[in-house]
């Protein structure tokens, strides 16, 4: 899950036009805008990382709450009027929020040239050939891109969409109507690109979909598609997000327990501990099945680590509903939580109910959940000092450019001194000795190759 927006860098020079993308939201959009980059690629345009060198500023943007969409909105009206008439400069937003709106958006946003919803990327390159403002908002329930080549940023993680849209409709969620009906890439196509983003260098891969674990295509089922991810060489590392918690079969719990490179980290969506406001949200599953799914994951792998979002301030969420809440967090014992407040979504069915928890209220259980959250975090996180870990190398860290960083099977970022020349480099594993933590996370010194 990533909330700071990201653009992408420079992957190729040339005399063509050039296009500059900045990407909100979750990781599907992050796998987006690496396909919005293949699409326009093949129609000779090139990345670069700042938007004062481009053709054409596209934002991929997200709609899941209010204050995604403000901020998009803010930013898009810098980038038009700090536009120069000098050259053409098209710019333009695409994704959730584009789908959400639609047309509304070129009346609302003056200087705006074109919207494009998550099933229209292909029409791109034409909409950027428009003399007049352009929109592409059809959804189309075949739609998956198999046949286009991501243009990936290199480094030692890949995602890779295996699904798209999402046929679940839980109350609150504007995920259906924008990014359409549910439907899974072929195998085979997910076999091929898993195999050449090995041979490109990637060494962990993040298979990505809205409720990723309800994958289906023909005979094969999620849990074959990570036996399949697991068998490919170069790949280190397969994870998955997000999964759904009625979605998880016996199958995909088997490979969980017997493939080793599946890591040991599940993000698992419980948005409120209280059975009545999972009702009202109509999740598909009571406390309890969550509960017995999180003991059947942890017998399946001892070590996992487990993550969560929490709505709070749902319609109809009581002090004694929101308690509720609070205790499980502490029961289930999550590593770290993604904690948001209700946002009413127009479209979604939550949308008719009136709003009971105040934006007071749901501040305070917000900021409560954070604080709870942190201190469950750093004791989680301290019980680690004194172990070994194993970190799948990808970075330094900012403030500290001679050291080293990376996750760990537990998805915990550790920064760690390097044994030197005999060391792990980017994309190596390396045994760390973990010797501090916070609650985000965790230090230590290198003591081999894993
Ligand atoms: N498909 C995933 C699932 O069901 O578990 C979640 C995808 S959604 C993009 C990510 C998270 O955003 C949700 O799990 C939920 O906690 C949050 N979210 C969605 N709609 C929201 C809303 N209207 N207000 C606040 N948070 C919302
Ligand atoms: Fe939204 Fe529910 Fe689908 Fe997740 S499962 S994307 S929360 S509708």
Request: glycine content about 8%; charged content about 25%; hydrophobic content about 40%.
């Amino acid at each position: 899950m990533s909330t700071a927006p990201t653009s992408i860098g420079a992957i190729a020079a040339g005399p063509g036009r050039t296009v500059y993308i900045e990407t909100y939201g979750c990781q599907m959009n992050v796998s987006d805008s690496e396909l919005i980059l293949g699409v326009l690629a093949d129609r000779g345009y090139a990345a670069v990382a700042e938007p004062s060198r481009a053709d054409v500023i596209l934002l991929n943007t997200c709609a899941i709450r209010e204050n995604a969409e403000t901020r998009v909105a803010r930013r898009v009206g810098q980038l038009i009027s700090e536009r120069r008439s000098t050259r053409r400069v098209r710019i333009g937003l695409a994704g959730c929020m584009a789908q959400h709106h639609r047309d509304r958006l070129l009346e609302r946003i003056p200087g705006l040239d074109f919207v494009v919803g998550p099933d229209g990327y292909r029409r791109l390159a034409d909409l950027l050939e428009a003399d007049e403002p352009a929109i592409a908002v059809q959804l189309d329930r075949r739609e998956t891109y198999a046949d286009i080549l991501p243009m990936r940023e290199r480094g030692v993680r890949a995602w890779v969409t295996i699904m798209r849209g999402c046929d679940r409709f839980c109350t609150f969620c504007v995920v259906p109507f924008v990014r359409g009906r549910e439907r899974s890439l072929p195998p085979d196509v997910l076999g091929e690109e898993l195999v050449r983003v090995a041979s490109e260098g990637f060494r962990e891969v993040v298979l990505l979909g809205q409720t990723v674990n309800s994958y289906r295509h023909g005979e094969t089922g999620f849990g074959e598609l990570l036996r399949m991810a697991c068998d490919v060489q170069g790949i280190e590392r397969v994870r998955f997000t997000s999964p759904h918690p009625a979605d998880f079969d016996d199958a995909t719990i088997a490979a969980l327990g017997e493939c080793p490179k599946l890591g040991a980290y599940i993000h698992l969506p419980l948005q409120s501990g209280s059975d009545s406001v999972l009702e009202s949200m109509q999740r598909g599953h009571t406390l309890d099945e969550y509960r017995r799914l999180v003991a059947r994951l942890r017998a399946a792998v001892p070590s996992l680590a487990l993550s969560t979002d929490i709505i709070v301030g749902y319609p109809g969420e009581t002090d004694d509903d929101f308690e509720a809440t609070s205790r499980v967090m502490d029961d289930i014992g999550f590593d770290h939580a993604f904690l948001f407040k209700y946002s009413p979504r127009e479209g979604t069915r939550s949308f008719r109910l009136e709003e009971t928890v105040d934006e007071t209220a749901k501040g305070e259980r917000l900021e409560r959940l954070i604080a709870e959250q942190q201190a469950r975090s750093l004791r989680i996180n301290r019980q680690m000092i004194g172990r070994t870990t194993e970190v799948l190398v990808e970075s330094s860290p900012k403030k500290q450019p001679d050291w080293l960083s990376g996750k760990n099977a537990q998805f915990k970022t550790v920064a760690f001194e390097p044994a030197g020349p005999t060391g792990a480099r980017h994309g190596e594993l390396a045994s760390v000795l973990v010797e501090a933590a916070t609650s985000q996370t965790l230090s230590g010194r290198e003591i081999g190759r894993a």
